[in-house]
């Protein structure tokens, strides 16, 4: 039986924007019944035993047999665990709960287990290959990169769901180690985050990072990231007593949401951009018997490409009202170069880089739909008040993830954004799973 609202009583927006549609109409049954239907028989078959290099009990991204069943993503396991809480949320059962937060315990636990001296974490594990993409230990290239700023944000989630935050203290140095091998390696002058190269970035083809110069890319998706963990990671040290790590934390958040907000944002675009940061001064070096003249003052060059990541500003929160108000009514309300009718294209139609082939090394964000881009507008727009439009968002979500379960009788990676189509990875669930989150009843205030 499903623990949800009565399927005949939720409300649901209609999946399109045209003035003169109705705002509400019921959630098909069909569709949430399928999708629990189908959730109820894979769902355990995520919780993976230690097993090989996973020390630990962990959640797996994708179904057994299939691609990626044998990882551990870094950022791929903050949003798996955040999915299967909701499905938690909504179907209650104590001893799975219960199951649950010790496998993302453990998840966690499984890339500290792994990090090396100088404090960096893996990207990738699998259970025969502890650091598959070498993103670890002294013999490293000096640009690799190293897992995303994803852990305190998972820590703080299990916490919030029942799981505690006593179990975490032992691994506190290790998450301050993490941070300080991230600002030792990839912090540059202007005070964002850059990626060390384009391995692994998590959308791993964004023009704006992917084929381009060593730490060269402030990419959005990075800093929003670092800056929802180090939010989290000050919450976890209050809880843990840490005054002084907290009041350091939350300062450093603080200060990198400043960044973002002045230096991503494009005033003429009204759109938030990832920014090249190779802007340096070199007149003294190649006319050095010239006198210099108007100063440098600018340490960064927007990289006008619109990505979904132009939302995440809003989805962390440090966007100002007039940011989300503009970006949202000029790049997503005023025409389909991001929204779609699967959700919200990875890159907009108009880029020359656009493109629906199917890629898996590196996968494809040239325009496919993704969950988890969908699930990021989604928050961005309802915390900054646009409920109608999330709501909206989230009707077509679901209506794509039941529309392939009917068809294919399992998810996949990603989609065509136009028609639909499944275009990647059968059994994917991962972050597919954040469609409970967007399609949960709201708490009454």
């Known amino acids: 039986m499903l623990y949800l609202t009565t399927a005949s009583t939720l409300r649901l927006p209609v999946a399109t924007l045209d003035s003169g549609a109705s705002e509400n109409v019921n959630f098909q049954e069909s569709q949430v019944r399928r999708l629990f239907d189908y959730l109820s028989e894979t769902v355990p078959q995520l919780l993976r035993d230690p097993v090989g290099r996973f020390a630990y009990p962990s959640v797996s991204p994708s179904l057994p047999g299939r691609e990626y069943s044998a990882s551990l993503w870094d950022w791929d396991t903050l949003w798996s665990c955040r999915g299967l809480l909701a499905y ?63 852990f305190a944000q998972l820590a703080w ?39 060390g190269d384009d391995v692994a970035i998590g959308n791993d083809n964004d023009p704006t990072t992917f084929g381009r110069p060593f730490f060269s890319s402030a990419n959005l998706l990075l800093n929003c990231l670092f800056y929802a963990d180090l939010v989290d990671a000050s919450q976890i040290a209050r809880k843990l007593n840490r005054a ?13 949401a ?9 005033p003429r675009d009204r759109f938030f951009y990832t920014v090249d940061v190779q802007c340096t001064d070199h007149r003294a070096e190649l006319i050095p018997q010239i006198k210099p003249g108007m100063p440098m003052r600018w340490q960064t060059v927007p990289l006008r490409l619109q990505t ?120 994917f669930m991962d972050w597919n799973l954040l469609v409970l989150e967007m399609i949960a009843p709201r708490k009454q205030a």
């Open 258 to 266: 400043d960044r973002i907000r002045t230096l991503c944002w494009d």
């Open 157 to 195: 989630l299990i916490a919030g769901k029942g799981g505690g935050i006593d179990w975490f203290s032992p691994l506190w140095d290790h998450l301050l180690r993490f941070y300080e091998a991230w600002e030792r390696n990839n912090l540059a002058r202007c005070g964002l985050f850059v990626w």
């Open 88 to 150: 938690a949320d909504a179907r209650p059962d104590g001893d799975f709960r219960s199951k649950l937060l010790e496998h993302c315990k453990g998840s966690l636990r499984n890339f500290f287990e792994h990090q090396d001296a100088s404090g960096r974490v893996p990207i990738l594990m699998t259970d025969a290959n502890a650091d598959l993409l070498h993103s670890t230990g002294s013999n490293i290239p000096t640009h690799a990169n190293q897992a995303k700023p994803v």
């Open 244 to 256: 002084d790590d907290a009041n350091r934390l939350s300062a450093k958040a603080m200060a990198l």
């Open 308 to 427: 979904f990541t132009g939302f995440l500003p809003m989805w962390c929160g440090i966007a100002t009202e007039q940011q989300a108000r503009q970006l949202v009514e000029t790049n997503y309300l005023a025409d389909e170069r991001l929204r779609c009718n699967a959700g919200i294209r990875t890159l907009s139609k108009l880029e020359s880089m656009y493109s629906l082939d199917f890629s898996s090394n590196p996968s494809n964000w040239l325009g496919p739909v993704w969950i988890i881009s969908n699930y990021f507008a989604w928050s961005a727009l309802n915390r900054y008040g646009y409920q109608r439009e999330a709501d909206q968002l989230a009707a077509r979500t679901l209506a794509l993830l039941s529309d392939d379960l009917e068809r294919h009788g399992s998810m996949n990676e990603y989609y065509h954004p136009d028609t639909g189509a499944a275009l990647s990875h059968k059994g």
